[in-house]
């Protein structure tokens, strides 16, 4: 009695996905590189975004639901794939492990100046471990979990309005951005949708009760949502040329809520985002696998899980401090900006190519 | 049926072929070195009977057999025999099965017959000690399958309510019955938990408790994974909503299945208040939960890392308090938990009057002692105390015994790493759960999978007009529970 | 099994990990105040003085030091403190006031920079002794730290005293819409007072509102509740009389009727319009109050003194080339970008030509028709 994914497991996980720690940094990325009411641009990107994930849902309509690997090797040779999936393996091997790590070097920075960041890495790594080794069904239900257990900071809202202004937003539009408007900037804020190209993955978890793409859209609209909502109280609370300086202008903001039993709930409220991030590590960790394991057709994926995790914690150590963890990140996600627009094309080509040869 | 090969008694009837026609020698030699068993003859016709006195109601044997039977003629004998209520055995092994369920062996010429004389054995049907209630019905389960089954049956009386019978331990041969309301129950889960059930490899169970542990799908997981409780009512309200009860001999608890973490929080107390205050007892079982598993933690972590949560005032309390104690927080969280351990199991071990004299001496002791002797902070002993009441809210003894194991882990994580370590262990526990599964269902349900409908009677209890549907989680067939009024 | 041994991976981990970042309650000292000043003779060198509350919470452990930056003073007060001293409770940061003069930025960042500071640490500018009040008893409640902190927080609009904290500092500098704020506290025989409220450009301290003229600044910088004006002189045709009103709210709006041209050189016009009511329950005067024309005319006599006491302070501002009120950010949502960009906000500001319309009603009159 398998259960398949429903619309809401799809929708929060692919919300859980997207989410990692460039929660923290997007108002500051936005007005560095949009300027003046960086959020709407945005919206303009999530609309980009969404268009990509469109385009999946052209590879699942014409692909009829099946695994993306089987379009592939439909249309290819394995020989010619496997260097590709070794590559992707990689990328996203490494994208997990960069997310993991810079959530710690965070971490560290904030509360755990001393300690060595591997052995908190570690921990982190233990985590992904015991979700890798549970099937996709599991790792949905747990990111449910998360997504309601993070809930409650909707709550926090509302100590911020007294403190908000208008005002501050300005009436000018996409200006005094640091470095100007450059194609680089804008990678770097669409960076915080990066994810949601994993749904392809979830192509043979569905079936059509699932509506896999309702889903994706609503996880992909959810996250803007909460997003724009985090951008806009920021907006308002700091002032423009503040939220270019601040480091991690969300986190700023929990400082200032003083309860009279709690002080300062950042130091609780970024460990909770632990899990956003453990979620997409474990997400593009799951990809990883997959592809991995696609070349290993003998391998069960349960014993693949650690190697896998092995992978991730060892390509940890590639960042050691803050800014190369920055340095990575901002590669490793143009890569997987660049692989999300291309591969629905390329898959799109080889659905096509495949009916030929099947027609042939 | 699979079998412990060869092992201590592949059959009952020890030496001999278990086809060989059952004798009083053959019976007799069987039941060697049992000093209740009794040997006696009939008068007047060579009549033999055989029986373990402990298990025979003795004045009922007297009445309706030795009585009626004594000086008859051996013919009038056999044609007594003949008839209800005895019944003829062939076979050794059925014979003495019969003797130790506590029926009379009756061995006239050639053949062997039974009578079913058993008394019965041990409580009769009282409160339950575990799971009281204010208002609702007082009865709970005792040791004896047919009470329990009895109370059900009187409770549902209905052809539908089916009980399919088991029989597990290789030496015990306890009897197993599975309850389900035909129609409502959703077939495969019948299939697949019997198929459990009688897969059961092992010598003897002695509750049901124990059973669970033998058919549940993760052993190694800290939660239990089947609902068991000693309320007939419960049980009964979960047949109805399409649930599997399963009741054993010798144990005061049913069991049901499936179920999920979050119905160890409802107590059938929440069905009997007005809907509000039944949700406001969930919604505070759930905080005491919380409270529970973080409290001690969240000291621990607040005192060793983030000195900054806590508002400057009560921080200085905090300071002042702690600074006579010579352990860091993590060893003195753990000393007090631990002592808050020993005195619960003290409590539970003894006679209810000490059991209580316990507790007294032990608040005091460490409430006011510990305390002035600098032996650890008063503020501790308020997170100690209140999470070991909150750990009392849930109304599973047995799920409050794995939160309060889980609390000990949480502790020490965030003895380790702070605020980090505690979400990693809640992170931990969280992915543990969803991969917890019973007969193949979530354990994290309602939550995830999702099941709106389900939340109004999980974290909530739903005024009955809203609760017009069973539980997604029994899949069962017939899903409307009630028909709104017209 | 696995997850037996993965709790095991997770705690050896943890326990190699965690060890060195603990700071046990007991074994730290949470700064709670730093004051800052520049130090007498050496003009590169600043006086920095923190003061750490004992668990007793009646007294405090001061230290003090001459030093170049901030951080340099730290290790010696390091060096004296039996505990680690930390700054995650400061509550604090107080500037003395030669100091503010000379701008009190690097010194503000440098204490920011630091992730256990929380925004909502209150920046005051401090007049007098430090040494002299920090160590002094004070009967309003233990130690200067707490007695600072409980009189910048209660209630603050009542005394029309801001919470100026880190946050809304650096929310402010950076702004080039608005100049910050710092509350000023100065000590007194038997404790300390607030003492109006700083005025800066950028981060330097030019002018003072004197702690008289704080409700109204107050109502001129925001919307306010529940404050109190009192009123000395109400001119009505007929004499001059104190009176106060009570239990005040009033909403503040900005309109700007025009932006500064450069080509022109027509400054800015911009009108502060106060919309405010109140109870009357301090009059000295001799008029009946329940007559419907007299308690007309007192209001428009209110209006006239309040708005007379607002248009000086504006003045006081524009001299000081401060725009605490936030104008330039109006004047800014009303221009393009560049043209705002070119021009210079601060040296633009004491040209606007700045009106403030009063709106006041008298709530009601207390317990008293008549007078």
């Known amino acids: ?131 890798l080794t549970k099937s996709l069904y599991s790792i949905a239900k747990a990111s449910t979990v998360f997504f309601f257990m993070a809930s409650w900071l909707v709550l926090l809202l509302p100590y911020f309005f007294k403190s908000w202004s208008a005002v501050r937003f300005t009436t000018s539009f996409f200006q005094g951005a640091v470095e100007g408007h450059h194609l680089g900037g804008f990678l770097e804020v669409f960076a915080a949708f990066i994810g949601y190209e994993l749904c392809m993955f979830l192509f043979p978890h569905t079936d059509a009760k699932s509506k896999l793409f309702t889903g994706v859209f609503v996880g992909h609209f959810l996250f803007t949502a909460v997003n724009l909502l985090a951008m806009v109280m920021c907006f308002g609370f700091f002032s423009f040329e503040e939220i270019k300086r601040l480091e991690f202008p969300i986190i700023y903001m929990h400082e200032f809520v003083e309860l009279s039993f709690l002080n300062r709930v950042d130091s609780l409220v970024y460990p909770f985002f632990s899990f956003y991030s453990l979620i997409s590590t474990v997400m593009f960790g799951y990809a990883a696998l997959k592809s991995i394991g696609r070349m290993l057709p003998k391998v069960s994926d349960r014993r693949l899980a650690l190697p896998v995790t092995g992978a991730i914690f060892l390509l940890g150590f590639i960042p050691s401090i803050f800014r190369e963890a920055g340095t990575w990140l901002k590669l490793v996600f143009t890569i997987e900006t660049g692989v999300a627009f291309g591969m629905p094309l390329i898959l799109i080509v080889m659905l096509k190519l495949g009916k030929k040869a099947k027609g042939a | 049926m699979s079998r412990l090969g060869g092992s201590i008694n592949a059959n009952q009837a020890g030496d001999q072929p278990a086809d060989a026609k059952p004798t009083a020698s053959l019976v007799l030699q069987e039941l060697t070195d049992c000093l209740d068993a009794v040997h006696q003859c009939l008068e007047g016709n060579g009549g033999e009977i055989v029986y373990i006195a402990t298990l025979v109601d003795t004045s009922l044997l007297l009445r309706d057999l030795i009585r009626p039977l004594t000086g008859a003629e051996p013919s009038e004998l056999r044609t007594k025999l003949g008839a209800a209520p005895y019944r003829l055995t062939k076979d050794m092994n059925s014979c003495l099965s019969g003797i130790t369920n506590g029926a009379v062996a009756i061995f006239a010429g050639e053949d062997a017959y039974l009578l079913d004389l058993s008394k019965k054995i041990g409580r009769t049907i009282e409160q339950t000690e575990t799971e009281t209630l204010i208002t609702g019905p007082h009865d709970g389960f005792v040791e004896s399958l047919d009470e329990n089954l009895g109370v059900i049956r009187r409770r549902l009386r209905s052809a539908k309510l089916k009980s399919v019978g088991f029989e597990a331990g290789e030496i015990s041969k306890t009897q197993i019955v599975m309850l389900y309301i035909e129609g409502i129950v959703n077939m495969e889960f019948v299939t697949l938990l019997s198929e459990r059930i009688r897969s059961i490899e092992i010598d003897g169970v002695s509750d049901s408790n124990m059973l669970v542990q033998l058919i549940d799908e993760n052993p190694n997981s800290v939660f239990p994974q089947y609902l068991t409780t000693e309320r007939p009512d419960a049980v009964v309200s979960k047949l109805l909503g399409g649930r599997i009860a399963v009741l054993m001999d010798g144990s005061p608890s049913a069991f049901i299945s499936p179920t999920s973490f979050l119905e160890f929080f409802a107590s059938p107390d929440d069905y009997y208040q007005r809907w509000p205050i039944g949700t406001g007892l969930r919604v505070l079982r759930l905080i005491g939960f919380i409270i529970t598993i973080c409290f001690t933690a969240f000291y621990v972590s607040v005192t060793t890392f983030h000195y900054e949560l806590i508002p400057h005032t009560m921080l200085l309390n905090l300071a002042e308090s702690r600074s006579k104690v010579p352990f860091p927080p993590l060893i003195e969280a753990l000393l007090m938990e631990t002592t808050i351990e020993l005195l619960r199991e003290a409590g539970a071990r003894l006679p209810t009057k000490i059991g209580q004299t316990i507790g007294i001496v032990g608040g005091i002791v460490i409430g006011q002692a510990a305390v002035q002797a600098g032996f650890t902070s008063n503020i501790l002993i308020i997170a100690v105390a209140t999470s070991a009441i909150a750990s009392f809210v849930i109304p599973s003894y047995i799920m409050s015994a794995s939160i309060r194991l889980i609390r000990f882990g949480l502790i020490v994580l965030a003895g380790l790493l702070g605020n980090l370590g505690l979400f990693m262990g809640i992170g931990l526990m969280v992915i543990h759960m969803a991969g917890i599964t019973n007969l193949g269902t979530s354990y994290l349900s309602p939550i995830a999978p999702m099941r709106p409908s389900d939340l109004l009677d999980t974290l909530i209890r739903g005024p009955f007009w809203a609760l017009k549907t069973r539980p997604t989680l029994s899949r069962s067939p017939n899903q409307v529970r009630t028909r709104p009024k017209q | 099994m696995r997850a037996a041994k993965g709790i095991g991976i997770l705690l050896i981990a943890a326990m190699l990990g965690g060890c060195t970042d603990q700071k046990v309650l007991e074994k730290i000292g949470f700064t709670r105040t730093i004051f800052i000043d520049s130090a007498d003779g050496d003009k590169d060198k600043i006086n920095v003085t923190i003061s750490i509350p004992k668990t007793n919470q009646s007294e405090s452990i001061v230290y003090s030091n001459v030093a170049r930056t901030f951080k340099q003073a730290k290790v010696y007060f390091d060096m004296q403190n039996d505990r680690r001293v930390v700054l995650g409770q400061l509550r604090q940061i107080l500037f003395g006031g030669n100091l503010a003069r000379k701008g009190v930025w690097p010194h503000l960042e440098s204490i920011f920079r630091d992730p256990s500071v929380g925004i909502r640490t209150h920046v005051i500018l401090l007049e007098g002794d430090i040494d002299k009040l920090s160590t002094r008893k004070y009967t309003q409640g233990g130690t200067m730290g707490e007695y600072l902190d409980n009189l910048v927080r209660t209630d603050p609009t009542s005394r029309g005293v801001y919470d100026t904290s880190i946050h809304t500092f650096l929310r402010d500098y950076y702004d080039d819409g608005i100049e910050p704020l710092a509350n000023i506290i100065k000590g007194t025989a038997n404790g300390l007072m607030v003492d109006g409220v700083a005025l800066f450009v950028g981060d330097r301290y030019v002018a003072k509102v004197p702690s008289d003229d704080a409700m109204y600044f107050a109502m001129l910088r925001a919307n306010l509740k529940y404050g109190t004006l009192v009123m000395e002189e109400v001119d009505t045709a007929k004499e001059s009389v104190p009176a106060s009103l009570s239990n005040v709210v009033s909403k503040r ?26 109870s009357l329950l301090e009059y000295y005067g001799h008029e009946s109050l329940n007559v419907a024309a007299n308690q007309r005319s007192l209001e428009v006599a209110m209006e006239k003194y309040v708005g007379g006491r607002c248009e000086r302070l504006i003045r006081l501002m524009q001299a000081a080339h401060s725009d605490a009120i936030g104008f330039g950010q109006r004047v800014r949502n009303k221009m393009d970008y560049q043209s705002w960009k070119r021009l210079n906000w601060s040296e633009e500001f004491p040209r606007a030509d700045i009106k403030v319309s009063i709106d006041l009603d008298i709530k009601d009159f207390g317990s008293l028709a008549e007078s």
Not at chain 1, 36 to 47: D, E, H
Request: glycine share 8%; aromatic share 12%.
């Open chain 1, 1 to 131: 009695m398998r259960e398949k994914l429903n619309v809401l497991h799809i929708a929060l996980l692919l919300f859980m996905i997207e989410s990692d720690v460039a929660v923290f940094i997007l108002p500051r990325l936005t007005a560095a590189n949009f300027g003046t009411n960086g959020w709407l641009g945005f919206i303009a990107l999530s609309l980009v975004a969404a268009f990509n994930i469109f385009m999946y849902r052209i590879v699942y309509r014409m692909g009829g639901g099946r695994s993306v690997f089987d379009i592939a090797e439909a249309a290819a040779p394995r020989a010619v794939l496997y260097p590709f999936y070794a590559a992707l393996a990689l990328l996203w091997l490494g994208l997990g492990a960069f997310i993991g790590k810079t959530y710690v070097l965070i971490f560290q920075m904030l509360s755990f100046q001393n300690s060595q960041p591997m052995l908190i890495y570690v921990l982190y790594c233990v985590l992904v471990l015991t979700l």
């Open chain 3, 253 to 278: 709006s900005i309109r700007i009727k025009s932006v500064p041209d450069r080509r022109s050189g027509k400054p800015a016009e911009a009108v502060l319009e106060l919309k405010i009511r109140g």
